[in-house]
């Protein structure tokens, strides 16, 4: 779970860290991929990076409900395949 402290009127802007190469099992990272929640507590849903694949490690979440508090979670994919989502 990420904290989001870039609320701004039209949206949220989500950032998250690149991965090193110890973290990425020593291979270059083809994607990483955002997924985002109702804002219900409900499932996620990708949002970004899973197709097309994505490098950009910010994202503008413009389709939020004011209101609604929404939970982000990432992973990367290298030639191995897709990691763990973060915590």
């Not at 291979?27 to 997924?35: D, G, M, N, V």
């Not at 979440?61 to 030639?79: E, F, M, P």
Request: proline share 3%; aromatic share 12%; charged share 25%.
């Amino acid at each position: 779970r990420n904290d989001c402290d870039n609320i701004e009127q039209t949206g949220i802007i989500i950032e998250f860290k690149e991965l090193n190469p110890d973290q990425a099992g020593l291979t270059e990272i083809i994607s990483y991929e955002l997924s985002r929640d109702d804002g219900l507590g409900g499932s996620f849903t990708s949002i970004k990076g899973y197709i097309p694949y994505s490098l950009s490690t910010s994202y503008m979440d413009d389709t939020v409900i004011l209101g609604r508090s929404y939970r982000y979670k990432y992973r990367a994919k290298n030639v191995n395949g897709w990691g763990n989502y973060s915590p």
